[in-house]
């Protein structure tokens, strides 16, 4: 059984992430693409050895059988957290939805959203889904 709270669950894990995505604001700004802060962020987490998979389409399922509809989350890392990019002004419920799906989709108990698009830096949110920590 995880002992860990929720605050704790993959802290380390968590800096890590997101002092990657400051180290791309910081080095590109906001107000580029998406597409963009996507490659940057896997560059930077390549040379922090950070473990990622960018880009991995997730099948669903009803009663056993494939769906046509896929979903394709911007990155996963630490086998555990499933991250989404976006470059807006403002995040929104629908964005946060769009993560807690990917982690219902794959079972995964944590989840980030980090928005390049604010003139003020990194705007992120972590998400938890408490049945799936291990």
């Given at each position: 059984?995880?002992t860990?709270?929720n605050?704790?669950?993959?802290?380390?894990?968590?800096y890590a992430?997101i002092?990657?995505?400051?180290?791309v604001?910081n080095e590109?700004g906001?107000?580029l693409s998406?597409?963009?802060y996507?490659?940057?962020?896997?560059?930077?987490?390549?040379?922090r050895?950070?473990d990622?998979?960018p880009?991995q389409?997730l099948?669903?399922?009803y009663k056993?059988?494939?769906l046509?509809?896929?979903?394709i989350?911007d990155l996963?890392t630490h086998?555990?957290?499933?991250?989404?990019?976006?470059?807006l002004s403002?995040l929104?419920g629908?964005?946060?939805?769009?993560?807690?799906?990917?982690?219902?989709i794959?079972?995964q108990p944590?989840?980030?959203?980090?928005?390049?698009?604010?003139p003020?830096g990194?705007?992120w949110k972590?998400l938890?889904?408490s049945e799936?920590?291990?």
């Amino acid at each position: 059984m995880n002992t860990k709270t929720n605050s704790e669950y993959m802290k380390a894990e968590a800096y890590a992430l997101i002092g990657a995505a400051f180290e791309v604001y910081n080095e590109q700004g906001h107000g580029l693409s998406e597409e963009i802060y996507q490659e940057s962020l896997e560059i930077e987490l390549s040379i922090r050895e950070i473990d990622f998979q960018p880009k991995q389409e997730l099948t669903t399922y009803y009663k056993g059988r494939a769906l046509k509809k896929k979903y394709i989350p911007d990155l996963m890392t630490h086998d555990q957290m499933i991250v989404e990019l976006k470059a807006l002004s403002e995040l929104n419920g629908d964005h946060e939805a769009q993560v807690l799906n990917y982690m219902k989709i794959t079972k995964q108990p944590i989840g980030y959203l980090l928005n390049f698009g604010k003139p003020d830096g990194v705007q992120w949110k972590r998400l938890i889904q408490s049945e799936f920590l291990k």
